[in-house]
């Protein structure tokens, strides 16, 4: 599913990471993120098999942005959905269920990331009511 998600994003950054390469490395990676963050991940299953994954950290602290006051908020670091799967409902209810997680731990804010050009996504995300808060702008030199 990893794999799957990352050979998505390749089509859409020409700098994500070749599929092949994402591993254990990647799990042990996000693994680490969750524990420091005081998060979980999470698995949405059908049949028993894992359709969808996301990894929340409950915990996540600006202090040191140099241009936010000191407060602490939950990131969504990552959330994948097999290709099979999407558009039944599975992103809603695991990004439902990072809310929830959000909540219990207290936080007031919950943010992800998403590819500029992964429209299918913002889209998604928009309508689970999420919204620009920062745009990253580049220029190829």
Known sequence: ML???QAHELTIYDRTRPPETMGAWYIDRLKQATAEGRGRILVAEREGLIVGYAAI???VSAEDERDEIPH???HVDDLGVLASCRSQGVGA???????ANARQAGQRWIRLGVLAANERARSFYARQGYGDVLITV???L
Do not use: G, I, Q, V
């Open 138 to 140: 580049e220029k190829k």
């Open 57 to 59: 950290l409950s915990c």
């Open 3 to 5: 794999r799957d998600l």
């Open 72 to 74: 602490t908020y939950a």
């Open 93 to 99: 209810a695991l990004l439902a269920a990072c809310e």
